[in-house]
């Protein structure tokens, strides 16, 4: 069985997709094809469902994906052992990351690591589905790292470094009734049509929660997939919204208030699946974090 083999089986199975499988293995589709015909026949079992529609995985696919990310990792740290001691770093580091990302300069921070090490393949993905499709794509070993927001405690699986933890303000229009206020409860809001991220975001998750424990039921109006932009919606007068007050801006037209009576905060982290050892690139983006970490602390008490 080649190693080889097993990295062309994984990437079938991330892609659900043979031409795009061998678009990210820079190989011609043919060579995909014949490598996974010839570990069909080695393990005398298929491992796909190919149709003209889709690719699936079948049942012995589906066992053999968890042993073969495990082998390509060991094999990984194999090189990474000896590319240490020659001084280099190589190999590809999937990283997944929300759509908003405002305390984290990411292209700064990627760009520093390019310099550093540019022998490694970074592969930036952005999420659709928010925090929690970021973590699936972790425990199924489809990413390496990922900067995103959980609500609570992390999955089983996942390894969580929280940068930022922001409280959760209500973002009214300057003209709402409750505007004049000092604070607001979820009680006065749970009537009001609301502006929030689809299920799976972190503030959404945290919102939810928040009156679930309240015994409160609210109507979300809009989904917007973007953080950044949903208090303009706000602003527009389509809806009151529950937001890390990161994302809310500054401008007229906006109350922010705090909200009593329930403590909702907003975190936001960069996580690794815990279950597997993280390779030396891995390894190196973390380091750049905390340092990253480090210079930001400084600048602000500087500034303070």
Do not use: C, K
């Not at 489809?142 to 609500?151: G, I, K, Q, R, Y």
Request: overall charge positive; proline content about 5%; charged content about 20%.
């Amino acid at each position: 069985m080649e190693l080889r083999h097993l990295v062309y089986f994984v990437t079938v199975a991330e892609e659900r997709n043979f031409s795009r499988a061998a678009e990210r293995l820079r190989v011609v589709q043919s060579g995909v094809s014949a490598a996974i015909r010839s570990l069909e026949r080695e393990l005398g079992a298929q491992l796909f469902d190919r149709s003209s529609q889709r690719v699936a995985l079948t049942d012995a696919g589906s066992a053999l994906l968890p042993a073969a990310r495990a082998t390509i990792d060991a094999a990984q740290a194999a090189r990474d052992a000896v590319d240490e001691v020659r001084g280099g770093l190589r190999g590809t580091l999937r990283i997944g990351t929300l759509i908003s990302v405002g305390f984290v300069d990411l292209p700064g921070l990627l760009g520093q690591f390019r310099a550093e090490h540019p022998a490694v393949d970074l592969r930036l993905r952005a999420a659709p589905t928010g925090s929690a499709g970021l973590a699936r794509s972790l425990l199924d070993g489809e990413l390496d790292v990922a900067f995103l927001s959980l609500a609570g405690r992390p999955p089983t699986g996942l390894s969580v470094r929280v940068l930022v933890a922001e409280p959760i303000v209500a973002v009214l229009p300057a003209a709402h009734r409750l505007a004049g206020r000092a604070a607001v409860t979820l009680a006065d809001l749970a009537d009001e049509p609301f502006v929030d991220s689809p299920p799976g975001y972190g503030n959404r998750t945290e919102v939810d929660r928040g009156f679930a424990a309240a015994g409160l039921l609210r109507r979300v109006a809009l989904e917007v997939a973007d953080i950044a932009t949903v208090a303009q919606y706000v602003r527009n007068g389509l809806g009151v919204a529950l937001l890390p007050r990161f994302s809310v801006g500054t401008g007229a037209g906006l109350r922010t208030l705090p909200v009593t009576g329930a403590r909702l905060r907003w975190t936001f982290g960069v996580a690794t699946g815990s279950a597997r050892r993280p390779s030396a690139a891995v390894r190196a983006l973390l380091d750049l974090v905390d340092a990253h970490r480090v210079q930001a602390s400084a600048s602000e008490a500087r500034a303070g």
